[in-house]
């Protein structure tokens, strides 16, 4: 039985492979919070795995800056047979922010969020055969009896079959006397074999749904006998260093030495990935018969070593919407090569996969008349609006300064990024807490969202993010037509050096808060709607996770409604491509979903940029828009 070595207490136990690591910090005799009941949805019971391997479920409540940095979630971890050293930072269970989330978040690893008519269906079956043993005077091939066996069962008409099956059938027949297991994927009128084993192996059978996201990718491994999610890894995308975003990727791909780079750079990704999900849970990756990927319409052509060129240059076209069943082994996975893999279909240049996976989270995927927005805010915004009747959609550019980029000491959502500011209204010195109460090295999106809606409603900027130059304070500076904030002395801070805010950080988060804002708000006026006749507002996505709901009003961010209309559904790419690889009920409604969307190209509407300027302001040029904020701020000052 492994050891678990627990600091800084140096507490050991001893406990059996397959152990809750909750359970075993309490057996060592350390009381480890888990206010939830170790149900996931808290986030109090953060630990850190400093040496050794664990199986952990922590991704989607956890950041993945978090979990590539070690921290699981102790509730959602098991223990595997092997020695570790587990440290329980002080008071980090206190912490709250990026490693904790919202409710809404956890229950994307359970099946609390699927449909409720949800039907369990997947591409590939395993079906176990016995099958006769040859006669001398029969004059029926292996694949002949096979076959019968087969048609024997499912009554269809066609049974196809591939070359490299073949080759494996004749010993798989003869192992077991004829006792094999046959994995199908099922077609109208056909049967295609794309796997065959000795024995019964029918308990052995798995998928995969990943989410291949610009920044982030995810993989979570499924059992499919009881669609179970049984484990889930992500980590930063490997073409990041090609670029840091979508039309940096297409420039940086123009030729054809670096179009295959970038291929292979995200496939290296997805299938270290796989390999770590098929560790955890000792699975061989050629068990895994079924693939889902979901990912914006760049990302999708860049795995297939698609040229994407076109897609940023009108009338931006990109090759293919709709990509079909291709073979694992020609897309360069991992897996069962023969395995046929599903991609999750695009709408339109910069509205992909991973929302047509989304909104199958929502309420725009059922039959309802109510009308709801869905926005997945990042690097890029994509939002859809509509209901049974309609369904429109776009996408905006927000630029990387939600992630941190574009800011002089901005930083992804990671250990030591500041996520939440107190703005003190006499001297406007920040009041600041970081991810893993740690010395600060940065600050990331929700942390910048955090500090400029407490400058503003203190009345240290105006609405055009310039700092009050009348008003004396020690951590504002002048110089010439420009101003910085001294977020963190040099003495608080990680690398000894301040952390300064300008006034170009301040313009960057406006620029790419209106950008968000004004889409959505486009999007409603043109269905001749207004904000207040929306049912729900859904937001996704790593970034829209943490945000808090008063703070983004406060900037302009998203719209002035009443918070029981908003819902947090984190990695709604990645649970609408689990509810694809275990339904293909819901892979023909999410087909459905994708030809009855409206793509509206914001780039040619003439009243996009009116509404772009309207929103360059904190929180709107026209404070009707935002009455509460208005309200609330009239009162402080």
Known sequence: MPEILFQPSGRRVTVPAGTGLLDAARTAGIDTESPCGGKGTCGKCIVRIATGEVDSQSLGVLAPGAVSDGYVLACRTRVLDEPLTVEIPEQIGRAGGKFSDSSADARLVRHELLPQRWHYDPLAVKCYLEVPEPEAEGGLSDLDRVVRALLQQWGKA?????????????????????????????????????????????????????????????VQLVYLPLAEIVAVRSDYNDQISCGLDVISRINYARRPDRLEDLRRRVLDTVNRLILQVCESHDVNPHEISNAILSGNTVMTHLLLGLNPEHIRIAPYTPTLHETPFLNA?????????????????????????????????????????????????????????????????????????????????????????????????????????????????????????????????????????????????????????????????ASESDSGQALLISETDIE?????????????????????????????????????????LDQATTLGLIPDLPRERFQYIGNSSLMGSYIVLVSQEYR?????????????????????????????????TDPERFPTVRARLTGER
């Open 158 to 218: 066609e049974v196809r079959v591939t070359l490299p099956v073949l080759r494996r059938l004749a010993t798989a027949l003869r192992a077991e006397a004829g006792r094999i297991t046959t994995t199908l994927v099922r077609e109208s009128g056909c049967l295609h074999l794309i796997a065959v084993e000795a024995g019964d192996t029918t308990v052995r059978h798995f998928g995969i749904a990943v989410d291949v996201g610009t920044t982030t990718i995810a």
């Open 329 to 489: 082994g020609d897309v360069g996975l991992q897996i069962n090569p023969e395995s046929w893999v599903a991609f999750s279909p695009c709408v339109g240049s910069y509205v992909g996969g991973d929302i047509t996976a989304g909104v199958l989270c929502t309420d725009l995927a059922t039959d309802t008349e109510a009308v709801s927005l869905f926005i997945d805010i990042g690097t890029n915004g994509e939002i859809v609006v509509g209901n049974r009747d309609f369904l429109i959609t776009c996408a905006c550019s927000a630029g990387p300064a939600f992630e941190g980029g574009g800011i002089g000491c901005g930083m992804r959502a990671a250990l030591g990024a500041i996520e939440g500011v107190e703005v003190d209204p006499e001297t406007g010195q920040a009041d600041w807490r970081t991810i893993g109460n740690v010395k600060p090295k940065g600050i990331c999106g929700s942390g910048m969202i955090s500090l400029l809606a407490g400058l503003f409603s203190t009345g240290w900027i105006d609405a055009a993010g310039k700092f009050d130059r009348s008003r004396p304070s020690p951590i504002i500076h002048c110089v010439g037509r420009r101003a910085t904030y001294t977020l963190v002395a």
């Open 508 to 548: 960057n988060i406006i620029r790419a808060k209106a950008a968000i804002y004004s889409a959505c708000a486009l999007l409603v006026k043109q269905v001749g709607l207004n904000f207040t006749d929306l049912a729900h507002v859904y937001i996704a996505g790593g970034f829209g996770r943490f945000l808090d």
């Open 588 to 620: 023909q409604l999410q087909l459905e979903l994708a030809r009855r969307m409206t793509y509206v190209e914001l780039s040619t509407d003439p009243t996009y940029m009116d509404q772009y300027t309207g929103a360059l302001f904190i929180p709107h």
